[in-house]
């Protein structure tokens, strides 16, 4: 078995195990290079999905705040 195909194999096994039921994305694996791209982009994603949800959280904030009933004067 190739390095590449045992990589995946691998990374499918660990995938499965903490997301049972869900298939394993495609991840090019082949080489040390490929999986520095993967790790890059998988960073990447992770860094546009932390601002998303920082985002989301400040208007759930917002609106909870702007929402609460404020006590008569």
Known sequence: MAAGEAAREDFARH?????????????????????????ERCRRHLRRLQRELAEERFKVGYL??????????
Not at 64 to 73: D, K, M, N, S
Request: charge should be negative; charged fraction near 25%.
């Open 15 to 39: 995938w499965q195990a903490e997301f049972p039921g869900e298939p394993a994305p495609p991840m090019e694996l082949g080489s040390v290079r490929a999986m520095e791209r993967e790790l």
């Open 64 to 73: 909870e705040a702007a929402l609460a009933p404020r006590p008569p004067p």
